[in-house]
């Protein structure tokens, strides 16, 4: 097998006194999608975090596409796409501002014709000229979304992607997802509701007492083909 393009060794976090990660270790390889499950405060924000290089481990390290997770972390940020719980919008700014925004922030020109395509695949093309601040949380998750949609990134960390969704929007992250995957790119989707990432995860694993627990994959499918299948 090839080198992973992700490598974790040894993480660790600590708040105050309480080690939220206590030692995670994980290698991921492209064209990989990876779920994460883990109960309430187990340390699944905190390990993507990590790996967007917004919080530093305490102890530990790793390498993510070659470059160091500590000390290279503005290079891995180029790589990264993260949808967080906070979409990090601008209330007072429209939907096409907001992404306006984000292209200038990447150092990128205005793309008007990209935002217009962007807004359109995630439902929002009617709103484009409304203010963020009337919009409900799942108009909000879709612009954070049409967002990532604008720079497709190598490594894809999305954070309970499902909520405030409906099922087109679901499908939608699920799409994007694929096409990460599909181009070569990585996937880590912590999330309570596993059963809607199972078209996309190709590993499930889960946090317990602060470290990874590789899970049967096979196992959850059949359970939840039953699920489905029970009235």
Aim: some cysteine; proline content about 3%.
């Amino acid at each position: 097998m090839s080198q992973a393009a992700v490598e974790l060794r040894g993480i660790a976090r600590r708040f105050g006194r309480r080690w939220v990660l206590r030692g995670v270790d994980l290698d991921a390889h492209g064209g990989e999608a990876i779920g994460l499950t883990g109960r309430n405060g187990s340390g699944k924000t905190t390990l993507l975090r990590i790996c967007a290089t917004l919080l530093r481990p305490t102890r530990g390290g790793g390498r993510i596409f070659g470059a160091d997770l500590v000390t290279d972390a503005a290079s891995i940020r180029l790589r990264v796409g993260y949808l967080a719980h906070d979409a990090g919008l601008y209330a007072n700014l429209t939907a096409a501002e907001n992404l306006m925004f984000a292209q200038r922030m990447a150092g990128h020109r205005v793309d008007l014709d990209a935002i217009g395509w962007a807004l359109d695949e995630v439902g929002l093309a009617r709103e484009r000229g409304e203010r963020v601040r009337g919009f409900s949380s799942g108009m909000r998750r879709r612009l954070a979304l049409a967002r990532l949609l604008l720079r497709p990134p190598s490594l894809l960390l999305l954070d309970e992607p499902y909520a405030s969704f409906d099922v087109d929007g679901v499908d939608r992250v699920n799409e994007f997802a694929v096409q990460i995957k599909a181009a070569g790119g990585i996937v880590l989707i912590a999330t309570h509701d596993l059963r809607r990432a199972l078209p996309v995860i190709d590993r499930h694993v889960s946090i317990n007492d602060g470290r990874l627990a590789d899970r049967d994959l096979v196992e959850i499918e059949a359970w939840a083909a039953a699920e489905e299948g029970s009235p």
